[in-house]
């Protein structure tokens, strides 16, 4: 097996519980491609992910086509007044480059996260985790890059350098080429004499893609160290867990702002993409993970063909970073009794066990373990 999951790959399939009346009985799901406590053949990943790579790649082809578009849109902005004053001097600012280009940008929110997603496995050791991880960003950030290009668009706005791209022409002006609204005082991109690439792009400023990008991904990342170190769980944390499990969210910050400082984005605009990001980042991790906040399941990725049985009795092994408390032990991975496995359907222990772990949480004690049973085998 090597790095993932110490050599798990003649594990038995997982029972799944299925009800008949009142009582429960347990078989093995013959039907079941891979379990989740070994790692797949290449054919049988591919059989699992081969839908999702096919949406990748549309979407992401939509994307592209859509972000080389020209802006939808004809824009009307407004130049100077009579006497030469600058009507929106926020539009008016000069063109400067980028302080944090797009690919930086895409690197910060891709390849950074799943590269101390990968560094997490050294102690881990789950190549599930490993795979819903790396699934569920790229889930959230092709998601969130389509909704933000459809976006930008179909609706854009003013870059704050708009004016200083656009170089309207003050003969089109007078001549009223392009001309409109009360007065006149309105014009459409016929006056501007700038590159025409650089006027497009100027057309689309809203929602900020460097910002849409980092949230999309480094909130991700949030989530997912929140959940591997059980920064809000049952036991108290050392404070380095919280300021590294905040690092992504600074990272999102720094990128998004340095868009206000180079002059590329207004604030509004950082603000659209964060919230597009964010929301991705929440909706893939709930996607791929048993839960987002609730700290007993959040660390556990989820099967593809069964669905994952929240009982009473929790995990405190299982794929966790932290070893505190109880927490990541792979030898003894608990269900909350000798029993019951979570994951691809499992039975609790009755109401006496469950009692007895209740009991123990709000005791401060250790949760009850299940011997011989793996963390991973709950998922």
């Not at 222990?349 to 401060?364: D, I, K, P, W």
Request: hydrophobic content about 45%.
């Amino acid at each position: 097996m090597g790095f993932f999951n110490r050599g798990q790959q003649d594990a038995a399939p997982l029972p799944v519980a299925e009800n008949h009346g009142r009582g429960r009985r347990h078989h093995h799901h013959s039907a079941e491609p891979y379990t989740m406590s070994s790692r797949p053949t290449f054919g049988q990943w591919v059989k699992g992910t081969w839908l999702d790579i096919l949406t990748m790649a549309v979407l992401g082809a939509i994307g592209l086509g859509v972000y080389y578009a020209p802006p939808a849109p004809s824009r009307s902005f407004a130049v100077e007044f009579a006497h030469g004053e600058v009507v929106h001097p926020q539009f008016a600012y000069p063109s400067r480059k980028e302080i944090i280009p797009i690919w930086l940008a895409a690197f910060l929110a891709s390849v950074v996260p799943i590269f101390i997603m990968l560094c997490m496995q050294f102690r881990i050791r789950s190549f599930w985790d490993f795979n819903n991880a790396v699934v569920g960003l790229l889930y959230s950030l092709i998601t969130a890059a389509v909704f933000q290009v459809f976006i930008k668009w179909l609706i854009g706005g003013l870059r704050p350098h708009f004016l200083a791209v656009c170089k309207p022409d003050i003969s089109k002006l007078t001549g009223g080429n392009g001309s409109g609204g009360f007065d006149g005082l309105y014009y459409t991109r016929e006056i501007c004499t700038g590159d025409a690439k650089e006027i497009n792009d100027a057309l689309e400023s809203m929602p900020s893609g460097h910002a849409t990008a980092a949230f999309a991904g480094l909130v991700f990342l949030y989530l997912y160290l929140n959940a591997k170190l059980k920064v809000f769980s049952n036991y108290h944390p050392s404070m380095w867990k919280l300021a590294v499990t905040y690092m992504p969210l600074l990272g999102a910050c720094l990128v998004a702002g340095a868009l206000t400082v180079d002059e590329f984005h207004h604030w509004y605009d950082l603000l659209a993409g964060a919230t597009i990001g964010t929301v991705m980042a929440f909706s893939a991790y709930r996607m791929t993970y048993a839960a987002v906040w609730d700290w007993r399941y959040n660390h556990i990725p989820l099967h593809r063909n069964a669905p994952f049985m929240y009982a009473r009795d929790w995990d405190l092994g299982g794929p966790t970073f932290t070893r505190k408390a109880g927490w990541g032990g792979h030898e003894h991975g608990s269900s909350g009794g000798s029993s019951g496995v979570h994951g691809n359907g499992a039975s609790t222990n009755g109401r006496g066990q469950n009692a007895h772990a209740m009991a123990a949480v709000g005791s401060g004690a250790g949760m009850p373990r299940a011997h011989g049973v793996r963390g991973d085998n709950m998922v």
